[in-house]
């Protein structure tokens, strides 16, 4: 460990506590003398005679044990030497733009976000505070630190995970505490048992066990199986590189196929119990509640029973983006947030924006059953109970198939690339093919053959916005109002787009030039492959002209 850090040691129960058992600011003598001396005012003196000696207020002692601190320096000064003092705090961290603690709550560990008055209630226990005499420390002391954005001398924190940490090196971490080299606060209670050395076949028992605990699920094919357990070594790989992990997508046919409890039993078995989840009736959730989800660190995070076409910018952004950031709530500042959370989403017949598929890793269930709810006769009938009762077992395993995979040296297989993900392929993807199973990236085409249904609608767009482009002999292009005059005046004219643009009235009786722009602006710039492609010509703020060209080589 560097020697320039504070030591760290174990998460036990008297360090949790916001304010860490110190002595107390008053001396004992002082508290006897104070004590004393109010007993003989209430005794000796008359209820008459009693303003007259008003009790005086308590000064404060020194402890010393703890740096000194003097508020007349300079306002730099101070600052660095409160973060020196805060830095011995084995429980305090940075995470992104803010300071959090390590703290439990019914027995679960968390991250907690310090506001100016935890962190003046911590500055005080650790540091005396000095004037003339002891004060406590300052309110703008605490609110500059709690603003700052970055603190010298108080150790970065990644993550707080539940489960041991797998290094880019292969190497287990299982004492609890924080990580130098991976920058984790390990706070599971989780027993484990993996091989110093595991080997192939080591992985593969591993993987049948596994398999074997979802054996009750009916996967659409051995893919979608890989796929299950490609997306539960997702959260245990993510120290183990840099890069992104593909959004998880739990596919079902019918509801009460079992989709909510496949993505509760990786939750189970990365946190020891099931998650909170998301609802999400739009298209995406907003960037203000993938924020306040990323702040608070979770190693899985769920958005379940998806309803509406899934897919925008925030969840492209947040899938392959290592940061996120938005701004706060009725404020200018701009907050932001690591992406070390692998996240989930679950519905029946999932249907993605057209450039979410090939960020996904797709898991479908294909129930053939009329009421899949009523099904009986399961291996394991209670199953959630089953996994927290072998919680450890379960997580040793999927821990085993990774570490062999890395301590043989992560041997290359022969695997399509997988675009933006290429760190979580090679460690995800080649660990599960290593061990003989199907490539579990594979499944994402279905994904990609429903989202083309919107490509297909781009190209009928642009090859008839090309025939009226033809039958005007407007090489140039034209505007959308040129575009529907002529269509009004010449009513034979470009049968394609008309039915195109039919599909756009949805029941009224005029089509709305805005609608039609919209659509052109998603279909520009797409080689739809056709060998044609849509561009804009002029300026936003006037009225574009719409042109097909033909791209060259096609």
């Given at each position: 460990?560097?020697?320039?850090?504070?030591?760290?040691?174990?998460?036990?129960?008297?360090?949790?506590?916001?304010?860490?058992?110190?002595?107390?600011?008053?001396?004992p003598s002082?508290?006897?003398?104070?004590?004393?001396?109010?007993?003989?005012?209430?005794?000796?003196?008359?209820?008459?005679?009693?303003?007259?000696?008003?009790?005086?207020?308590?000064?404060?002692?020194?402890?010393?044990?703890?740096?000194t601190?003097?508020?007349?320096?300079?306002?730099h000064?101070?600052?660095?030497?409160?973060?020196?003092?805060?830095?011995?705090?084995?429980?305090?961290?940075?995470?992104?733009?803010?300071?959090?603690?390590?703290?439990?709550?019914?027995?679960?560990?968390?991250?907690?976000?310090?506001?100016?008055?935890?962190?003046?209630e911590?500055?005080?226990?650790?540091?005396?505070?000095?004037?003339?005499?002891?004060?406590?420390?300052?309110?703008?002391?605490?609110?500059?630190?709690?603003?700052?954005?970055?603190?010298?001398?108080?150790?970065?924190?990644?993550?707080l995970?539940?489960?041991?940490?797998?290094?880019?090196?292969g190497?287990?971490?299982?004492?609890?505490?924080?990580?130098?080299?991976?920058k984790?606060?390990?706070?599971?209670?989780?027993?484990?048992?993996?091989?110093?050395?595991?080997?192939?076949?080591?992985?593969?028992?591993?993987?049948?066990?596994?398999?074997?605990?979802?054996?009750?699920?009916?996967?659409?094919?051995?893919?979608?199986?890989?796929?299950?357990?490609?997306?539960?070594?997702?959260?245990?790989?993510?120290?183990?590189h840099?890069?992104?992990?593909?959004?998880?997508?739990?596919?079902?046919n019918?509801?009460?196929?079992?989709?909510?409890?496949?993505?509760?039993?990786?939750?189970?078995?990365?946190?020891?119990?099931?998650?909170?989840?998301?609802?999400?009736e739009?298209?995406?959730?907003?960037?203000?509640?993938?924020?306040?989800?990323?702040?608070?660190?979770?190693?899985v995070?769920?958005?379940?029973?998806?309803?509406?076409?899934?897919?925008?910018?925030?969840?492209?952004?947040?899938?392959?983006?290592?940061?996120?950031?938005?701004?706060?709530?009725?404020?200018?500042?701009t907050?932001?947030?690591?992406?070390?959370?692998?996240?989930?989403?679950?519905?029946?017949?999932?249907?993605?924006?057209q450039?979410?598929?090939?960020?996904?890793?797709?898991?479908?269930?294909?129930?053939?059953?009329?009421?899949?709810?009523?099904?009986?006769?399961?291996?394991?009938?209670?199953?959630?109970?089953?996994?927290?009762?072998?919680?450890?077992?379960?997580?040793?395993?999927?821990?085993?198939?990774?570490?062999?995979?890395?301590?043989?040296?992560?041997?290359?297989?022969?695997l399509?690339?997988?675009?933006?993900?290429?760190?979580?392929?090679?460690?995800?993807?080649?660990?599960?093919?290593?061990?003989?199973?199907?490539?579990?990236?594979?499944?994402?085409?279905?994904?990609?053959?429903?989202?083309?249904?919107?490509?297909?609608?781009?190209?009928?767009?642009?090859?008839?916005?090309?025939?009226?482009?033809?039958?005007?002999?407007?090489?140039?292009?034209?505007?959308?109002?040129?575009?529907?005059?002529?269509?009004?005046?010449?009513?034979?004219?470009?049968?394609?787009?008309?039915?195109?643009?039919?599909?756009?009235?949805?029941?009224?009786?005029?089509?709305?030039?805005?609608?039609?722009?919209?659509?052109?602006?998603?279909?520009?710039?797409?080689?739809?492959?056709?060998?044609?492609?849509?561009?804009?010509?002029?300026?936003?703020k006037?009225?574009?002209?719409?042109?097909?060209?033909?791209?060259?080589?096609?």
């Open positions: 460990m560097d020697q320039s850090q504070p030591p760290h040691s174990p998460l036990s129960s008297n360090l949790v506590l916001l304010r860490p058992r110190s002595p107390s600011p008053e001396s002082e508290e006897g003398k104070n004590e004393s001396l109010d007993s003989s005012i209430e005794n000796d003196v008359g209820e008459d005679q009693r303003e007259k000696h008003p009790r005086a207020p308590p000064k404060l002692a020194l402890v010393p044990s703890l740096q601190i003097h508020v007349d320096q300079e306002l000064v101070v600052l660095e030497q409160a973060m020196q003092a805060l830095a011995a705090d084995p429980l305090l961290y940075s995470k992104g733009d803010q300071l959090v603690r390590v703290v439990v709550n019914d027995g679960t560990p968390r991250l907690v976000g310090l506001g100016t008055a935890q962190l003046r911590l500055l005080s226990s650790r540091a005396k505070w000095m004037r003339d005499d002891p004060v406590h420390p300052p309110a703008a002391v605490a609110s500059a630190l709690a603003r700052r954005g970055s603190w010298s001398h108080i150790r970065e924190i990644r993550a995970t539940t489960f041991p940490v797998l290094s880019s090196s190497e287990l971490r299982i004492r609890e505490g924080y990580d130098p080299n991976s984790t606060f390990y706070a599971g209670n989780s027993l484990v048992s993996v091989p110093d050395e595991p080997t192939l076949d080591d992985a593969k028992t591993a993987c049948t066990r596994l398999l074997d605990l979802v054996s009750d699920f009916p996967f659409a094919g051995e893919a979608h199986r890989s796929a299950w357990l490609a997306a539960l070594l997702t959260p245990l790989s993510r120290f183990m840099d890069g992104n992990v593909p959004l998880i997508v739990i596919n079902a019918m509801p009460g196929s079992g989709k909510t409890t496949l993505a509760q039993i990786i939750a189970t078995i990365i946190g020891g119990g099931p998650v909170p989840v998301m609802s999400c739009k298209a995406e959730p907003n960037r203000k509640e993938l924020l306040s989800k990323l702040r608070g660190a979770p190693a995070a769920l958005i379940d029973n998806i309803t509406a076409r899934f897919g925008g910018p925030n969840v492209a952004t947040l899938i392959t983006g290592r940061s996120f950031e938005d701004r706060s709530l009725g404020h200018l500042k907050l932001s947030a690591p992406n070390d959370t692998s996240w989930t989403i679950t519905g029946n017949r999932i249907t993605l924006a450039d979410m598929a090939r960020r996904c890793l797709h898991v479908r269930l294909q129930c053939d059953a009329e009421k899949p709810h009523l099904r009986d006769g399961f291996r394991y009938p209670h199953l959630m109970a089953h996994v927290q009762e072998h919680r450890g077992e379960l997580l040793s395993d999927a821990l085993t198939i990774l570490k062999a995979y890395s301590v043989a040296g992560m041997p290359e297989v022969a399509p690339p997988f675009g933006s993900f290429e760190e979580w392929s090679t460690i995800v993807r080649g660990a599960l093919v290593w061990c003989g199973l199907p490539d579990p990236a594979s499944t994402r085409h279905e994904l990609e053959d429903d989202a083309e249904e919107g490509v297909s609608a781009h190209a009928l767009l642009v090859e008839g916005w090309h025939q009226l482009q033809v039958e005007m002999a407007r090489e140039e292009g034209m505007t959308v109002k040129e575009a529907l005059a002529f269509l009004e005046r010449e009513p034979s004219t470009a049968p394609l787009l008309r039915d195109v643009l039919d599909g756009m009235k949805r029941g009224k009786a005029k089509l709305d030039p805005l609608v039609i722009a919209r659509r052109l602006r998603e279909a520009k710039d797409r080689n739809v492959g056709s060998g044609k492609v849509l561009r804009s010509i002029g300026s936003p006037e009225a574009l002209r719409w042109q097909v060209i033909r791209v060259a080589g096609e």
